[in-house]
Nanobody
Framework: QVQLVESGGGLVQPGGSLRLSCAASELRVNIYYMTWYRQAPGKERELVAGITSGGGSTNYADSVKGRFIISRDNAKNTVYLQMNSLKPEDTARYYC?????????WGKGTLVTVSS
């Protein structure tokens, strides 16, 4: 059974950093398009960052460019989201997503709260 398990969320002050992890089972992260989405209260889920299969090209939402970095460790079968210079508007539940047509999987998310 495919599972995506996110971890690393928590409470952090503005300007701080967190690293989220997405550990995959029964799925190889290097052959899927792996993405991080987030959803803030009362808002729609939005794409934050993605990393392609194989060569691992990355893409980012304009709101996080230069602050967040998505990466992949094939040996650990895990995808990461390094989040720096965090802002209160980054507060949301962050979800890991794996896509390889026609397969499509979601994790349950990890909560990030940026507040002083």
């Amino acid at each position: 059974q495919v599972q995506l398990v996110e971890s690393g969320g928590g409470l952090v002050q503005p300007g701080g950093s967190l690293r989220l992890s997405c550990a995959a089972s029964e799925l190889r992260v290097n052959i899927y398009y792996m993405t991080w989405y987030r959803q803030a209260p009362g808002k729609e889920r939005e794409l934050v960052a993605g990393i392609t299969s194989g060569g691992g090209s990355t893409n980012y939402a304009d709101s996080v460019k230069g602050r967040f970095i998505i990466s992949r460790d094939n040996a650990k079968n895990t995808v990461y989201l390094q989040m720096n210079s965090l802002k209160p508007e980054d507060t949301a539940r962050y979800y890991c997503h794996a896509e390889r047509w026609p397969m499509d999987y979601w994790g349950k998310g990890t909560l990030v709260t940026v507040s002083s």
